[in-house]
């Protein structure tokens, strides 16, 4: 119970956090109105909004990755959260991301191709393609692991206990999985950076931060069970680089901005969205809800059902926060 209690108040935060920003960014203001009609997209608001997000998106995300050296989580509310998160993701993308990019590419060209669809389809393959060379790279080094572990077992050394962890605490195959992690959030910042209202720019920071903030608490954990030797530099390290991704995406996106006019920039737009909506939906389907958070211990929660309901709550949320877009 105190796990769904924890969640649910988390739930409820975002979403006032959200309806909040709606209220008092939108209307025809300068900041919320699209930068074709009036160039706002370049204005000092709406880049300072976009630094603001920049900076919570990347504390937020080093005080996740960080706090399990500090603090012992409870894994329910992990597991669930992973869950939740994973359809705040997926309703993002689907409604929000492919939507805009549909109705921009309707305003600009008169063809009935599906550019939207066609980008999104492309975004989940290139990162699909990534994660692929990601693991071809994983398992060579996998084979190379136990190789070793053979030839020092014939030698009469004493054998590692466990080849998958002497393959996953090296510190080569660590970095490779942070890779992996980071160019994901690169294109997840950029949608940030190319957001052309300040509205926009809160809800996708508001979205990528709660999955982030979940992402960055289990690779802490995993970090500190998986590298025995000085974790806490580590820890602290690794952190630091997975939170900086997704700001160092939110720089691209205000420089593609930055360089782009009128139609250009509308084009640059209605791009990146279409891209944004394959990475969110791969990201959602196989990295939050398929694999999640696998608690070490046996849990109540760890059940098909409550984590349906859990990736249906967060889609609930993305439904009820576009009521007000």
């Keep these: 119970m105190a796990s769904l209690k924890s969640t649910l108040l988390i739930t409820l935060l975002v979403l006032l956090l959200q309806f909040s920003e709606i209220r008092s960014h939108g209307g025809n203001n300068d900041g919320d109105t699209p930068a074709t009609n009036t160039g706002s997209l370049r204005s000092k608001g709406l880049i300072l909004v976009k630094v603001w997000c920049l900076l919570i998106m990347f504390f937020s995300t080093f005080a996740g990755g960080v706090s399990p050296y500090f603090y012992r989580w409870n894994e329910s509310f992990l597991l669930l959260g992973t869950q939740f998160a994973g359809g705040v993701f997926l309703g993002t993308a689907l409604m929000h991301f492919l939507s805009d990019s549909t109705s921009t590419f309707g305003d600009l060209t008169t063809k009935s191709y599906p550019f939207s669809f066609m980008l999104a389809s492309a975004g989940y393959l290139l990162t699909m393609l990534a994660d692929s060379v990601i693991a071809y790279v994983l398992r060579s080094h996998d084979r190379e692991a136990r190789v070793e572990v053979e ?57 990528i931060s709660l999955h982030k903030i979940f992402a960055a608490v289990a690779m802490g954990i995993a970090l500190l ?76 929660f760890d059940t098909p059902f409550f984590k349906f309901f859990a990736v249906l709550f967060g889609v609930g949320v993305i439904a009820v926060v576009m009521i007000w877009d």
């Design 151 to 207: 030839v020092e077992s014939g030698a009469g050394k004493e054998a590692a206990p466990n080849p998958f962890l002497a393959k996953t605490t090296s510190v080569g195959d660590t970095i490779l999985l942070i890779l992996a992690l980071c160019f994901h959030s690169v294109f997840e910042g950029i949608a940030v950076g190319v957001a052309d209202t300040k509205n926009d720019a809160w809800r996708n920071m508001w979205t």
């Design 225 to 300: 069970k998986l590298i025995p030797k000085r974790p806490f530099l580590a820890t602290v390290a690794y952190s630091f680089a997975f939170a900086i991704s997704s700001p160092v995406g939110v720089g691209i996106g205000i420089a593609l901005d930055a360089t782009t006019q009128g139609r250009r920039a509308d084009w640059t737009y209605a791009i990146s969205m279409g891209l944004a909506c394959g990475v969110f939906v791969y990201v959602a389907i196989n990295h939050l809800i398929a694999k999640g958070f696998r608690p070490q211990n046996k849990c109540h």
